[in-house]
């Protein structure tokens, strides 16, 4: 479990993170989204004790993360394909790892095969793709079998194949009771895999929902007739909210089954109608637009009222 209370972290004017609140639950993916800069892998390092928040806590299973007695086993962190050796191979990296926590070297042959990197495990790292290199961070993080995953955009680099088997990863994992940390751009994925979603805008958490919550709060019927109009009316008495865009009605707080009901009963000429909800990234850019004028890191520093 991950918990993280009111975390501060400035580079000098830069706020990275402010007042930022957030927990993993074991058997949960839990994800963080954000613009670029928005504070993100701050925030994963320091939950790692790579950087030093300036106040607040970030616990992992309620200690700092640099005083968990067995690390590999607590957390698996990929944060950084790009910190291996480039002249080592690509089974010495994943060895290291293993005989630094005294972990069996059968572990090494397992974890590399659950990687998909067997085959390839003489080659050098510099020889790896960044995909490759994304599944060798990946083969480190989970050499430990550990009960939490800290992975900063494991997604980048991945090819289809490579995305597809990441889901399923994520899924087994949290099935199997780890809590998952996950950062990336590709919110159409995450909306697939994640359980809660955090937006992190300016080093400021802007919103916290369990997604499907909001794709249930955002459920309705979209409706396609030759009447919108008079549909609209009929439909107004049942819908807790109706939207017109052309010949289509957007109709909230009704099922599809209650809408074709009525349709059908009054003879209206349906040429469609299907449920819908609002997607991720909807939802993402309504929220940065509103969280705008508040960004505390593109703002100026007041200026003090001196003689000019
Ligand atoms: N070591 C550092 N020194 C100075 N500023 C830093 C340092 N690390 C991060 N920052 C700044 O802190 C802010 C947050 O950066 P961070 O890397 O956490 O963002 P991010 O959300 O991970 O971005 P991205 O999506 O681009 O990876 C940015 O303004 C960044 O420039």
Redesign the pocket.
């Known amino acids: 479990m991950i918990e993280v209370s009111d975390a501060h972290?400035r580079?000098?004017s830069?706020?990275?993170?402010t007042a930022v609140d957030l927990t993993a639950e074991p058997g949960q993916v839990t994800a963080v989204i954000?613009?670029?800069?928005?504070?993100?892998?701050?925030?994963?390092?320091a939950v790692l004790g790579l950087?030093t928040l300036d106040a607040g806590s970030a616990l992992v299973d309620g200690l700092p993360y640099s005083r968990a007695r067995t690390p590999l086993r607590a957390v698996g962190a990929a944060v950084d394909p790009s910190a291996f050796h480039p002249a080592r191979r690509v089974v010495d990296e994943v060895l290291i790892a293993a005989v630094s926590q005294g972990l069996p070297r059968r572990r090494v042959e397992a974890v590399l095969h659950e990687v998909g990197l067997w085959p390839v495990r003489h080659r050098r790292v510099r020889a790896l793709s960044l995909g490759m290199r994304q599944r060798l961070s990946l083969a480190v993080a989970l050499i430990g079998r550990p009960r939490s995953l800290i992975l900063?955009?494991p997604l980048n680099g991945l090819d289809v194949d490579g995305i597809h088997w990441m889901r399923g990863l994520l899924r087994e994992a949290s099935d199997g009771g780890c809590a998952v940390l996950i950062?990336s751009?590709i919110l159409s994925e995450l909306e697939r895999v994640a359980d809660r979603i955090h937006v992190?805008a300016s080093?400021r958490m802007i919103s916290s929902a369990d997604v499907a919550a909001s794709a249930e709060r955002s459920r309705h019927v979209v409706v396609v007739s030759d009447d919108p109009g008079a549909l609209r009316s009929l439909l107004v008495t049942q819908a807790t909210d109706i939207v017109r865009e052309g010949r289509a009605l957007l109709v909230w707080g009704m099922t599809v089954r209650a809408v074709a009901e009525m349709a059908f009963r009054h003879r209206f000429f349906v040429e469609s109608l299907a449920e819908s909800h609002d997607s991720l990234e909807s939802d993402y850019v309504r929220l940065l637009a509103e969280a705008a004028p508040l960004d505390p890191?593109l703002k100026e520093p007041p200026r003090s009222d001196g003689p000019s």
């Open positions: 972290k580079y000098g830069t706020v990275a993170l954000g613009p670029n800069g928005a504070g993100k892998s701050t925030l994963f390092r950087e900063d955009e950062s751009h992190l080093g890191v």
